[in-house]
């Protein structure tokens, strides 16, 4: 699902250039999105089952400005987030769909992420005591296991929303919410800022994000090659 979505066509620059058909107000938009991006801060979704949490999810991501989600497929629930929760949201996203956690985990740890799943347990690290100033990963579980023991196995640690009230636990969508704001709140407040991508990386998501941006983009394309 990289680079928009599989509802959403690519297009190559070579055959229509998106700056032309944007406003300077949507182009400014999109350039002050991409500088908010991060790429070191991601979140994993293990075997979910519920499409609008799915859609939630995706949707606190972009919001917040986390630019990839990783995905371990829950056999029994195909990864399809609710389309009128994710409001498109999913075209903006990297998405990486995986078969097992084992993938997943060599692929963060390949690029450097530490691992740490949300689950109440002894030994876990509260929420407020994170730090997000290296390659961190966030893992929820699925909504009526959590994580699997596969996950409990492989991250680097555990960590817990505290609570105020007589609940304990929350909703996978809500978790994820607080979880994420915190982590971004973390990095604007400690590092200045909570995007991080390189030059390069960034004038990728730009073109990507131009592109993506005009309406009825498919149909420019069609009338460029005729």
């Known amino acids: 699902m990289a680079g928009g979505g599989p509802r959403y ?3 190559e620059r070579d055959v229509v250039e998106p700056e032309q058909f944007l406003l300077d107000v ?3 938009k999109i350039d002050r999105v991409v500088a908010q991006r991060t790429r070191n801060f ?3 979704l293990d075997r979910l089952e519920d499409n609008f949490n799915m859609a939630a999810v995706l949707r606190t991501c972009e919001s917040m400005g986390v630019q990839e989600v990783h995905v371990v497929i829950n056999p029994d629930a195909p990864f399809v987030p609710n389309s009128r ?4 949201c999913d075209k903006w996203l990297d998405v990486h769909l995986y ?3 084992a993938d ?4 963060l740890k390949g690029q450097g992420f530490s691992l740490y799943a949300s689950a109440l347990r002894e030994g876990a690290t509260s929420l407020y005591s994170l730090r997000f100033d290296t390659k961190f990963a966030m893992v929820f579980g ?3 296991f959590g994580v699997s023991d596969d996950v409990l196995a492989g991250v680097d640690g555990t960590f817990w929303v505290p609570m105020k009230g007589f609940s304990q636990s929350l909703n996978i969508s809500a978790a994820a919410s607080a979880s994420i704001s915190r982590a971004i709140a973390w990095r604007d407040e400690h590092l200045g800022g909570s995007g991080d991508l390189t030059p390069e990386q960034a004038q990728e998501l730009r073109e990507r994000f131009y592109l993506l941006g005009v309406k009825q983009r498919k149909r420019l394309v069609k009338a460029t090659q005729r």
């Open 26 to 28: 949507r182009k400014e």
């Open 9 to 11: 066509e690519k297009f």
């Open 99 to 101: 078969k097992t956690f």
């Open 142 to 144: 699925n909504e009526r």
């Open 42 to 44: 991601t979140v994993v």
């Open 85 to 88: 929760v994710a409001q498109g």
């Open 104 to 107: 997943c985990r060599e692929h």
